[in-house]
Each structure stands twice: as C-alpha cells, then as structure tokens.
C-alpha cells in the first residue's frame, strides 16, 4: 500500500510539472507602480525605468524586469522588483526581493508597517522576453533550394 501511495505521488508531481504551460510574455522598460504611504494617506502612481533606482518616502525601488502577456492571452503583468529601505545608516536595508504580480497583489506583497508598493502594469516598447524555457522541439530545417 505504502509503494502505491509513492507511486501516485510522484505521478502527480510529474503530470504537475508536465502541464506547465509557458505563457509568452513581452518585456517593457517602465514598470507602472502604485505606492501608498499609510501615515499621510498618499496615494502615487510612479513609472519606474527597470535598472533605475526610485525613491518613494525611505524606500529605495529598483525593478530588475516587467513583462506582460500577449495580447491574445489572459491579461497579466508582473514584475521583478527589488526594495530597500534607508534607516538612520548610508546603506538601504533590503525589505523586499521578488515577483509581484498585477492581478493577484496580494499573492506577492510587500509587508511594511508604513507603505505599500503593488504593480499595475508595464508600459514603453515592446522588446521580446527571453524565453523561459527552450522549445520542446527544435525548428524544422529549411527546405533545401534546388
């Protein structure tokens, strides 16, 4: 009995891992945030250049990417961001570091007792997103002219 419950376990973990789907995305070089300072109740919507450093109360932002679906897919947007905080010392304390997603903020979030920085889309031209993973099959070869 204890083999047949391994069994279906990996099972399971393997067909998880096969319906992955890779979901094309489209890289922009403006990350659209909005920020919220709890204490004064202010509300902003900040474009941030990926690689730039931005500064929003004691908070040091940088985004590393921003990418969103294809047209023709579920609309998402999600970025790579990276949050400091700058204290008494010269140097900023890392607070947050990861994914934040526009349509689930919640799934991602970054705790802070006096702000709260969510993602609401990506904007600028489009460059292609390196893909995430390779193709299941290679090309086909041309046809070779005669």
């Not at 969103?68 to 905080?85: K, Q, S």
């Not at 607070?95 to 007792?113: Q, V, Y």
Request: net charge neutral.
């Amino acid at each position: 009995m204890r083999k047949l419950v391994v069994v279906f376990v990996l099972a399971a973990c393997f067909a998880a891992s096969v319906a992955h789907a890779v979901v094309p995305t489209v890289e922009k070089p403006i990350t659209v945030l909005r920020a919220l300072d709890k204490i004064t109740g202010r509300v902003e919507e900040l474009e941030v250049p990926i690689g730039s450093p931005y500064k929003f109360g004691t908070l040091a932002i940088t985004v590393r990417a921003c990418r969103v679906t294809l047209p023709e897919e579920t609309p998402e947007a999600a970025a790579f961001l990276e949050i400091g905080e700058f204290k008494s010392s010269a140097s900023a304390t890392q607070i947050f570091r990861g994914w934040m997603f526009a349509s689930s903020p919640a799934l991602s979030a970054m705790e802070h007792p006096v702000y709260d920085i969510w993602v609401t889309g990506c904007k600028g031209n489009d460059q292609p997103a390196a893909p995430a993973m390779p193709p299941a099959t290679p090309p086909a070869p041309a046809p070779i002219a005669k």
